[in-house]
């Protein structure tokens, strides 16, 4: 049976093989489970946790999002030398380095994020904090009455290419307008926005609220949202975020992406 919710103008499969109240009660133990200081160590986000001066939350956050796909060990690694080759002070490097200081990323390849990706991304970085004040200035210009970070994500793909870069480059900030599910963006602004007490997320930015985020949906999130009911379309891209972010917002339209925990965490802990 499928369910179109008007409000949104997306289809969602909203009636799976058990009760909402069931499915909301599985969701709800899930986030208890994972979203907890005990997570942090063996995710991404225990980069940016290194931390405690905002921009330098946010650098290293916004850094290590970029780069998480694929093996976690991997990522942390990565991750760690990035911040390494930054002398552990990651904002200071981007707003004073000079462009023989990026020489010092040669050699650095994470997957195919690689020395010209890293470089072009500090300069970039740069731009946006001496210029167009900072991350979350730039991110989060939201639109009167949005129901989605979409338009604010697409400003941001472009604000974050003005600069003279190889195409190769953009692949690594993800753009929803081209159906991407922009699924590290998504995660990034969860770290960035939320603030439920638990000392996981950081909750810095104060002016976007919890519940026009999204829910980072890849491959693990999608085939458990699917499990639950909560996901009918097949491929993870933006249309399937929209309806994933339809269903969760039945359960808490305040805070839907909360239950990134109770999918990807559950995924994670079931390898």
Not at 140 to 151: H, L, Q, R, V
């Amino acid at each position: 049976m499928w369910v179109q919710d008007l409000t949104k103008g997306v289809a969602t499969n909203f009636v799976p093989p058990m009760s909402m109240n069931t499915t909301k009660k599985i969701l709800e133990e899930r986030f208890a489970r994972y979203c907890t200081p005990e997570f942090i160590p063996d995710d991404p986000i225990s980069i940016p946790h290194r931390f405690s001066k905002k921009q330098d939350i946010e650098i290293a956050g916004f850094l290590t999002a970029t780069i998480a796909w694929g093996n976690r060990k991997s990522i942390l690694k990565s991750s760690a030398k990035m911040m390494l080759l930054m002398d552990e002070a990651p904002s200071d490097f981007v707003l004073n380095h000079q462009p023989a200081d990026l020489q010092v990323f040669e050699g650095f390849v994470h997957r195919t994020f690689n020395v010209v990706d890293i470089q072009y991304f500090i300069t970039s970085l740069q731009h946006i904090y001496q210029s167009l004040g900072g991350l979350e200035t730039t991110m989060c210009k939201i639109d009167e009455g949005a129901s989605s970070m979409k338009p604010s994500l697409v400003r941001f793909h472009n604000t974050f290419f003005s600069l003279e870069h190889l195409r190769r480059t953009q692949k690594h900030v993800a753009n929803p307008e081209r159906g991407s599910s922009a699924k590290r963006l998504n995660m990034f602004l969860r770290w960035m926005v939320r603030d439920d007490g638990r000392g996981v997320d950081f909750g810095l930015w104060k002016n976007v609220s919890t519940s026009i985020l999204s829910c980072p949906l890849d491959v693990h999130s999608g085939n458990e949202a699917r499990k639950l009911g909560l996901l009918s379309r097949k491929q993870n891209d933006w249309k399937a975020v929209e309806e994933l972010d339809a269903s969760l917002r039945k359960f808490d339209p305040d805070d839907p992406v909360k239950y990134d925990y109770a999918l990807f965490g559950n995924a994670v802990a079931a390898k």
